[in-house]
């Protein structure tokens, strides 16, 4: 076994009992996620379930998890979705209907419903690389990308961290140029003190079994805009104006279709992507404890950093205000014997991984970008081309243990560099 390397970065120091040499077979059992939907969840939801009549689709848990929602954000509105990917194409969807189509520019490290949902709805996109502090989208870059036929930017805040500075917000507001922010990975970070999802026109959020919390499946769409949230209710709702909550729009349209019944008069070609109240529930009762989990989420994700040896890992991410899931491990060079190395230690140890981080890294390389963009594109984005294949995350959730952290700290620092046998 090869001697083992001090840890050299600042920070919680690995304890000594830990830096004791540790057999490759141990396994320490980490999953992605762990425990999201607990016994206190699974009793609301039996709750929910016992009336003699009960309503299980759409109604009154909803609606109160809406304005829980709204209230733990800071926003006026909140529409739930069946999942983070629908709260995507509908803040698209109603982008398109409000602002009308041309060009939206996305980050390349992403998850594929956020271009997904560009497309689908017609706008083209227009990629930037990522800054890889934030692993979202270099502002800079997507400042120089927007151009008179922009209708909005769509920023992804990746894997807790804040992917916003004080310039592009400032700069978007100055331009007119709207913002939407992906927060289905980040949520309970800020930006300036402020939770991320209140900077944008619109926000998403996920309820994934693997992030913050879970509603199984769901996700959230959130504005401070009346006229959106109407949009956006109908959209979930086949188009139907009868979802609106304004009386007076809702008589408008009867007035101007007098040959329809009210009941069934659709403003927009639509769709049906409503969640259930036994869902809504789930999310009621989880939202109780987000922020005390989440705390111990940041003190893990410090811990973690802050014993990784900053030679061999990157480890000078914009920690302020994050808010991680999963940790991040990215490679500090491009070094196809270490990777590998990195990657047979954590199946040794049992602890599951995903190479790329967020969406399997660079979007441009999937083949559905193949053939809207061609083969090459995905070459001139550097950055997020490391991360693609030197880029990994591995689970954070509240109940992981430290001492974990610290052995899988000392495990990947001990793995060397150069090309001989491994440690
Ligand atoms: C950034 C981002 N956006 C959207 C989604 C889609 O969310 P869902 O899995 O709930 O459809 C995900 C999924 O993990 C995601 O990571």
Redesign the pocket.
Known sequence: MAPQTACRSSGDPIPRTLLAPMSCRENLNWPLMRNNIQQTDIDALIHVLTPEVPILTQSSQVEAFEQEWSRWLDVRYSVFVN????A?LLTIAALKETYGTGEIIVPTL??V??IASVIHCGFKPVFVDINPRTLGMDTAQALKKIAPQTVAVFL?HILGYNGLDAKFVAELKERGVPLIE?V??SYGATFQGRKLGTFGLMS?F???YA?HMSTI???MICTDDPKLFETLRMLRSHGMVREARSAELRDSYSRRHPDLNPDFIFAFPAYNVRSTEMNAVIGRSQLKRLDENNKLRTDNLLLFLNNLDPDKYQTDFAVEGSCNYAFTLVLKHANPVFCERVMSTLRELGVEFRRGT??GGNQLRQPYAKRLLGDTEFEKYPAVNHVHFYGFYIGNYPDLEREKILKLCSALNRLPLNEGPHA
């Open positions: 999942s983070g990917s629908s995507n992403t998850w419903s956020d992804t992906d289905c990975e998403n996920s309820f994934y992030h499946e769901g996700g967020s969406g």
